[in-house]
């Protein structure tokens, strides 16, 4: 397989990360001591494993980005480099904290001096170089960004709960406690035998097992209904045929090699890594039949952690994060415009950008959460915080709604999601911002279905992840950027508020 290659720069935090990894790489991935006493009990009906002990799995930083408001736009570049930087740290930490099991276990205090105090002295200077930024270009920076700089060791089986770290102006929703939850029970912190950590067994679930109709979040409702603008608009960009992989993002850590610290697959634009411009992406090739529709799509790879080494299983994002395994491409990848329950959408602004989901959510807490995940046959039953186990002949499903209200100003914010939001449950937008056509992103799987029996998992299939996230399912995320050209765009409008389906 191939990827998206330019020369690139990297923060010097990722760099540092680039030499623990090579230290730490085993069985095509980062190596995990398994040092978890474990026993089993029964919790909701369902077998789960919970850690006897109080380990540290994994580490739990403050979402620095999140809180990222009123940042002028001279000071965007340099804030979201910080910010990538500021990734790059937990990485290292992360990476450090799992390949010192032996002295945690001889030391109770050597998680929080050798870990944990060091990283947040080095996150204090990175918070103050993002204030002192903010400052120099005439904005204020927030002062109380400084109570970020610490974090905590998470033990095993310990979610953080749901209270709107993430706020980013989107609806909480209420929990995502589809399946029986991640926090509920313990997880048995082995490595399945592949040397990485995450997923196990706790993170999946029979699909015959979930509620129908039963998630629990207003975030990612469907925006369109029997009312309002009912017509669609569908572009095929095909799955990823050209093999364009690579761990930037565009979006978040724009001008940042590995600003993802995990794979991505790409539809649509094929100029599409971290150093691209907006004249790139308007001059680029791309994958969609439709050749005004050079938007770009991107979401985490799939792996199946097979023992399959991959094109990137040494590379930093790939192998030496703990992402390993064979990249599973979708058999479909279905891409949907849709209209508002409430009257008719506007056209989307070229190069608007918008993220759905978060990739943090393990930490981070589910209030923007929004991929679910499902069987086909079984799409009544979605579930968040679970990876599907389906039956003989079903696919699984990954699908996501984004954000269908706007601004009405800006292609981006400071936090990467004020800009938009969702509809509430009745299918209004905020105050003061206007509908626009919803994409829904619909990603269909052939995968073998994962053997879960004992508390352990065989053969499991998982989404790429940050390296602390452990491939929790609650992770998954979506991407777009529109690069659709003005009478395309119009189309998609017209379409959508004149109730037709078109192509």
Not at 239 to 267: C, Q
Request: glycine letters at 14%.
């Amino acid at each position: 397989m191939g990827r998206n290659t330019r020369k690139r720069r990297m923060p010097l935090a990722a760099k540092a990360v680039a030499g623990v990894a090579a230290l730490a790489l085993g069985g095509g991935g980062l190596v995990w001591a398994n040092f978890y006493a474990s026993a089993h009990e029964e919790h909701g009906g369902h077998n789960r494993t919970r850690s006897a002990g109080a380990w540290v799995a994994t580490i739990d930083c403050p979402d620095v980005g999140q809180r990222m408001r009123d940042v002028p736009d001279r000071a965007r570049g340099e804030v979201d480099g910080e910010l990538a930087t500021l990734d790059s740290q937990i990485t290292d930490a992360y990476q450090r904290l799992a390949t010192t099991r032996r002295a945690q276990a001889g030391d109770p205090r050597f998680v929080d001096n050798a870990i944990l105090g060091p990283l947040r002295d080095r996150r204090k200077v990175i918070i103050d170089r993002i204030q002192l930024e903010i400052n120099r270009v005439g904005g204020r920076a927030d002062d109380t960004l400084d109570d970020l700089a610490g974090c905590q060791g998470r033990p095993a089986g310990q979610q953080q709960g749901g209270d709107g770290q993430g706020d980013g102006g989107q609806d909480d929703g209420g929990g995502q406690n589809d399946g029986g939850g991640q926090g509920g029970g313990g997880q048995n912190q082995d490595d399945n035998g592949n040397g990485v950590a995450g997923p196990v067994a706790d993170d999946f679930i029979d699909i015959n097992d979930v509620r129908p109709n039963s998630r629990n979040s207003r975030n990612g409702l469907a925006a369109d209904g029997d009312g309002g603008s009912t017509g669609t608009f569908t572009t095929d960009c095909g799955v990823n045929e050209n093999n364009l992989f690579n761990s930037d993002n565009l979006i978040a850590a724009p001008g940042v090699d590995n600003g993802a610290h995990h794979t991505h697959d790409y539809v649509g634009n094929q100029d599409n890594n971290a150093f691209s411009s907006d004249d790139d992406l308007a001059n680029a090739d791309t994958s969609c039949r439709n050749q005004g529709d050079k938007s770009t799509y991107y979401w985490p790879v799939l792996r199946l952690q097979d023992g399959t080494q991959e094109f990137d299983a040494g590379d930093q994002g790939g192998g030496a994060e703990g992402n390993i395994g064979r990249i599973l491409k979708p058999a479909q990848a279905e891409l949907r415009f849709v209209g508002s329950r409430q009257g008719d959408v506007v056209a989307m602004p070229k190069f608007l950008r918008i993220i759905t989901g978060d990739a943090k959510s393990f930490t981070n807490g589910d209030a923007n959460a929004n991929s679910s995940w499902s069987c086909t046959g079984f799409e009544d039953r979605q579930v968040t915080d679970k990876y599907p186990l389906c039956p003989d002949g079903s696919q699984v499903v990954r699908t996501t709604n984004f954000q269908s209200c706007w601004d009405g100003r800006n292609i981006d914010s400071a936090n990467h999601r004020t800009h938009t939001a969702f509809v509430d449950e009745n299918g209004n937008c905020p105050d003061g911002f206007q509908a626009i056509p919803q994409l829904q992103v619909r990603l269909v799987y052939d995968i073998p279905t994962p053997v879960v029996e004992n508390g352990q998992v065989r053969n499991p299939y998982a989404v790429d992840s940050f390296p602390e996230q452990l491939h929790k399912p609650i992770t998954d995320h979506n991407d777009f950027i529109n690069v659709m050209d003005e009478n395309l765009m119009n189309k998609v409008v017209d379409c959508i508020n004149d109730g037709r389906d078109c192509t």
